[in-house]
């Protein structure tokens, strides 16, 4: 029994359209949905990057699904404003949002003008940033002159119960660590061994709450247009930490991915045009323990997608409702 979200890609595809898509898939059966956060794109052909904020507004009000968006604050976004943002959001559409909260990439932070810390120091601001969110949400005024800086600030407007905030985490080890600060795991499809190793670290190391799957997909007519999809927009995806951190622009990641070839997809995106053999992929990660899978289309023509898993996909799941936080 596991909530079927759609992802929201907001580096590839307009807000507008981005938003009769998001109708589109509770339509269809999606029982859930979440978003990026991105300043710019991975790649100057995916050539979108609208506001993540003012977007989750209005598909909140025009659907009746839960939402949830990934966020790095303490550089590009000052933990106060994120409390503030996520406080009005939950208070809007009480037990319907929810933020999973990492460290960042440099592509997004960069914008500051301030230099790209070390991962360690972006941890134990990420760390900072969470101890002030939490207590904004409760309701304490709060100062702090670490690594982040806040003076006196208190939330007026506070939803009753605050909205869960995740661990955002692709690593065993970062899982781990954020075991105890979070209340849940957002982590992406990877290899079978490798996913068991993440959440089977996060649950060792004390951590509770519902565990968030994205996964990358590439759905299509025919096995070539859908691996030519995959190539076209995610290619710029498949690299590997440190480097997916700290290149600062599309136009590096697009350099860098100059020489993926198309089969190296297949590594980080799930590609067929099978929905049969999508529906056994996803029931398999499933299994791993997920109990909420959040479904990203690679292509920027989302109807397609949405209409098909909808009709042949989800049914083999049954995607159940998320629990009110």
């Not at 981005?18 to 050539?47: I, K, N």
């Not at 009480?94 to 972006?122: C, Y």
Request: glycine share 8%.
């Amino acid at each position: 029994m596991t909530v079927i979200g759609f992802h929201a890609s907001h580096e590839q595809i307009h807000p507008s359209e981005l938003l009769s898509a998001v109708q589109r898939a509770e339509q269809a059966g999606f029982t859930a949905a979440m978003c990026s956060d991105h300043f710019a794109p991975w790649s100057e052909r995916q050539g979108q990057s609208a506001f993540a904020w003012a977007w989750l507004g209005a598909a909140l009000q025009s659907t009746g699904l839960p939402f949830g968006v990934v966020n790095a604050p303490g550089q590009r976004y000052h933990p106060a404003i994120i409390a503030q943002a996520a406080a009005t959001l939950a208070a809007m559409y009480e037990g319907r949002f929810w933020v999973a909260l990492g460290s960042g990439e440099a592509a997004n932070e960069h914008i500051t003008g301030d230099g790209w810390p070390r991962k360690d120091v972006r941890n134990e601001r990420l760390l900072e940033s969470v101890r002030i969110i939490r207590a904004l949400l409760a309701g304490e005024e709060v100062s702090a002159d670490g690594l982040v800086r806040v003076d006196r600030a208190r939330l007026w407007t506070r939803p009753e119960t605050p909205p869960l905030l995740l661990a955002a985490a692709v690593s065993a080890e970062t899982a781990g660590w954020a075991a105890d600060w979070a209340d849940g795991l957002a982590t992406i499809a990877q290899p079978a061994p490798t996913l068991r190793r993440v959440i089977g670290s996060y649950r060792d190391a004390g951590g509770t709450g519902p565990v968030a799957l994205q996964v990358h997909l590439s759905y299509a007519g025919s096995a070539d247009e859908a691996l030519s999809i995959a190539h076209d927009q995610w290619r710029t995806n498949v690299f590997s930490p440190p480097l997916c951190w700290d290149l600062d622009t599309p136009e590096a990641f697009d350099e860098a991915a100059k020489h993926v070839p198309p089969e190296a997809m297949r590594d980080s995106v799930l590609i067929s045009p099978d929905p049969g053999q999508h529906a056994d992929w996803l029931a398999s990660l499933i299994e791993l323990g997920v109990d909420e899978i959040y479904l990203h289309h690679v292509g920027q023509d989302q109807d397609r997608f949405i209409d098909v898993f909808g009709e042949h996909v989800l049914p083999q799941l049954h995607p159940t409702r998320k629990a009110s936080a």
